[in-house]
């Protein structure tokens, strides 16, 4: 168990709807990233919060969107989905003492899958 | 932008030998991070291995260990006496310079033991 939580584990939905995955980082971590993983893909990061505020920007679809509430738990809003968002969303976290510093190791949580019918 | 590659897509190995995972990156960032993950059919992921550039000296974690040649961009994973809970997909992971913390990976090498 890394200490990272996410919810739900599972979540079926139909094409053009929307949806919002949760994370919960490990206590005392600051920073919170998100990423996707599908198999024409692989594993991609799609964006960073650090306490707070955005960091960093992947591969992220416009129709994608994240926050960082005060508690430090992150949603990830999927909008007008397609089939081919499919896929297994992780959040990770780290202590990013240094605001951004790779130094930290990231521990991620079990993943969200999404299937978009 | 910093690339990763594993050109092994998968591997096999009989329970007790030792088997060695293949990593490339190609960067210009002279600070970076190199790290191996697992993630068996659970789907998680789980940190193996971590390697920090500017330490000369190869990381190892029990049965893991890495051979990081910096100058050739190379980062193995060696795993010794090899165990069937080692079945899983390893990825190589990059992070670095102005990528802030964000991992790159590459495509996993599907690992698996034999009893």
């Known amino acids: 168990d890394s200490g990272v939580t996410q919810t739900p584990k599972h979540l079926i939905t139909a094409t053009g709807q929307r949806v919002t995955l949760r994370c919960s980082p490990r206590s005392g971590d600051l920073s919170v990233y998100w990423y996707q993983q599908s198999l024409d893909q692989g594993l991609q990061f799609l964006i960073q919060?650090?306490?707070?505020?955005?960091?960093a920007k992947g591969n992220i679809l416009e129709r994608f969107s994240a926050q960082q509430f005060p508690d430090l738990h992150s949603e990830l809003n999927l909008s007008s989905l397609e089939l081919g968002d499919s896929a297994l969303y992780f959040c990770?976290?780290?202590?990013?003492?240094?605001?951004?510093?790779?130094?930290?190791?990231?521990?991620f949580g079990p993943g969200t899958r999404l299937t978009v019918l | 932008a910093q690339t990763v590659t594993q050109s092994q897509p998968e591997m096999s190995v009989q329970e007790a030998e030792t088997v060695t995972l293949s990593c490339t990156y190609d960067?210009?960032?002279?600070?970076?991070?190199l790290f191996w993950y697992k993630q068996p059919p659970s789907r998680q992921m789980i940190l193996v291995i971590r390697?920090?550039?500017?330490?000369?000296q190869n990381a190892t974690e029990n049965r893991f260990s890495v051979n990081f040649q910096k100058a050739a961009k190379s980062f193995s994973l060696k795993i010794s006496d090899s165990q069937l809970g080692d079945t899983a997909m390893y990825f190589c992971?990059?992070?670095?310079?102005?990528?802030?913390?964000?991992?790159?990976f590459g495509q996993g090498t599907i690992l698996t033991v034999h009893p």
């Open positions: 960067t210009s960032e002279n600070n970076y991070y």
């Open positions: 990770a976290s780290s202590v990013d003492s240094d605001s951004g510093s790779p130094r930290d190791t990231q521990y």
């Open positions: 919060y650090y306490n707070g505020e955005e960091r």
């Open positions: 390697q920090e550039a500017y330490k000369q």
């Open positions: 992971a990059f992070a670095g310079g102005t990528s802030y913390g964000k991992l790159t």
